[in-house]
């Protein structure tokens, strides 16, 4: 609506281009694991057609990215409080998280071995790893606090927004230098809509599973027929 074309957001991963998580991995590689930090150069290729980044993995590499873009403006989200942003994670992104990356969950173990492809599971548990995603449902809070302190003593305050979406079009055009629409500021992504898209995405991995499963089953069930004859046979 304000001419932003491209924002980047883990959508465009889980949902539209699937091998940005390769690129993401190398990244995580490069910050937590002592592989090569990502340069200009390498943000261009993963993040070079987009006019703007928001949400995770981008997030992790906020100093990066900001270094990367000198030139980009920066808009720190923030919510009335610690407690109702803590809530509305625990709400939805947590039992996403839960479900997906939960090492004590023993269909979850099952299903990550044979699915070894599944679109950013390896970067999901690098996030899970290196950063505060896997203590955010007991440190959540202060990792809020932390995070937003760290903004607002990282970036002149002439390239930062410090912006509630309840304050609505004004500020953040102001900051934008753009003009405000006639049109109501939207609100998307709730937490009702954010379950259904986590929900969708579980259902294709729980066919991609059952697809390989029974592809698996067409190759081997006739030798493992013959194999359980065989020893039958012995006896």
């Given at each position: 609506m304000l001419g932003y074309n491209d924002v980047y957001h883990f959508t465009n991963i889980a949902a539209e281009n699937?091998?940005?998580a390769e690129m993401w991995e190398e990244a995580m590689e490069g910050k937590f694991e002592g592989g090569k930090p990502f340069t200009r150069e390498d943000w261009d290729q993963l993040l070079g057609h987009c006019m703007a980044v928001s949400d995770a993995p981008a997030n992790i590499f906020s100093k990066e990215l900001m270094d990367?873009?000198?030139e980009a403006k920066v808009i720190?989200?923030?919510r009335?409080?610690?407690e109702a942003w803590h809530k509305?994670?625990?709400d939805s992104v947590q039992p996403a998280l839960d479900k997906t990356i939960n090492r004590k969950d023993i269909f979850a173990r099952f299903l990550r071995a044979c699915l070894p492809h599944i679109p950013g599971k390896r970067l999901?548990?690098?996030m899970?790893?290196?950063t505060e995603f896997g203590t955010a449902k007991e440190h959540g809070i202060e990792w809020y606090h932390n995070h937003n302190q760290w903004v607002r003593?990282?970036?002149a305050a002439e390239r930062l927004l410090e912006f509630n979406v309840k304050e609505g079009w004004e500020p953040l055009c102001k900051f934008l230098n753009k003009p405000i629409p006639d049109e109501p500021f939207p609100f998307v992504n709730e937490k009702e809509e954010f379950m259904r898209g986590v929900q969708k995405r579980r259902q294709e991995f729980h066919k991609m599973f059952h697809d390989r499963l029974m592809s698996f089953f067409s190759i081997m069930g006739l030798p493992l027929l013959a194999l359980l004859s065989w020893m039958v046979m012995l006896r």
């Open positions: 699937p091998r940005d990367a873009y000198p720190l989200s923030v009335d409080s610690a509305s994670w625990m999901l548990m690098q899970n790893d290196y003593d990282n970036v």
